[in-house]
């Protein structure tokens, strides 16, 4: 898989990946739409979920990856999809509860996966849903729902769920038209340690409000 080449860095010798940037400033400044790459902020719908046991996939590829390791507060909760001024998917925002930013912590996934500080996709599609609920699933409803998920070229972003199922759903995007490429999620939190937000970030968003007052440049 290839990293997304405005962000990443590769070590040649390892290939390892590298990432320089303020995230603490980085997802503070996009939940308060103040970052100043960000050229649209379009509401999606709510993400339901039963459980709180959340997983980040590939819907196409890799439907059943392990689930991240902090659980999100159950119910219905804001989604919003973050587009750069260059008309890039540089985040998706999941708002749980209002509150400061104190720290933002990078999201992390449960064994065999706890190392893991970022996921791959292949299909170029993105998907957060319920993992307990999508674990149940049968066959046929499992492939029901890759289908959904399959979002045409025209379409960003969506909020997608399963004839008569009200319990949970999915929220669906295409950051890159191709697929083959790294992301990471991080958690807001607020100083009791509290969940405010969980950000899906694909690695368009490159600089530090430190730069504000700069001209916009990739890493």
């Known amino acids: 898989m290839s990293a997304h080449a405005t962000v990443f860095e590769v070590n040649p010798e390892t290939g390892e990946l590298s990432d320089r940037r303020d995230m603490p400033t980085v997802v503070s400044s996009l939940l308060r739409r103040a970052h100043p790459q960000l050229a649209d902020f379009r509401e999606l719908g709510a993400l339901r979920t039963r459980t709180g046991c959340l997983a980040v996939v590939d819907?196409?590829?890799?439907?059943?990856?392990?689930?991240?390791?902090?659980?999100?507060?159950?119910?219905?909760?804001?989604?919003?999809l973050c587009t750069t001024q260059g008309g890039e998917i540089g985040a998706v925002l999941v708002s749980f509860a209002q509150g400061e930013v104190a720290s933002v912590e990078r999201?992390?996934?449960?064994?065999?996966?706890?190392?893991?500080?970022?996921?791959?996709?292949?299909?170029?599609?993105?998907?957060?849903?319920?993992?307990?609920?999508?674990?149940?699933?049968?066959?046929i409803r499992t492939e029901r729902l890759s289908l959904l998920s399959s979002l045409p070229p025209e379409i960003p972003g969506a909020v997608v769920s399963l004839p008569r199922v009200r319990k949970w759903n999915a929220v669906v995007c295409r950051p890159a038209p191709d697929g083959n490429?790294?992301?990471?999620?991080?958690?807001?939190?607020?100083a009791g340690g509290a969940t405010l937000a969980l950000i899906l970030d694909f690695a368009a968003f490159a600089l530090s409000l430190i730069?504000?007052?700069?001209?916009?440049r990739p890493y």
């Open 59 to 80: 819907p196409i590829s890799h439907l059943h990856k392990q689930p991240l390791s902090r659980r999100a507060p159950k119910g219905e909760h804001p989604v919003s």
């Open 107 to 139: 999201a992390t996934w449960v064994w065999p996966f706890a190392d893991s500080l970022r996921y791959g996709v292949e299909s170029g599609l993105v998907a957060l849903l319920d993992y307990d609920e999508v674990n149940e699933l049968d066959p």
């Open 181 to 190: 490429h790294f992301y990471s999620a991080h958690w807001a939190l607020d």
């Open 211 to 216: 730069h504000i007052s700069e001209p916009t």
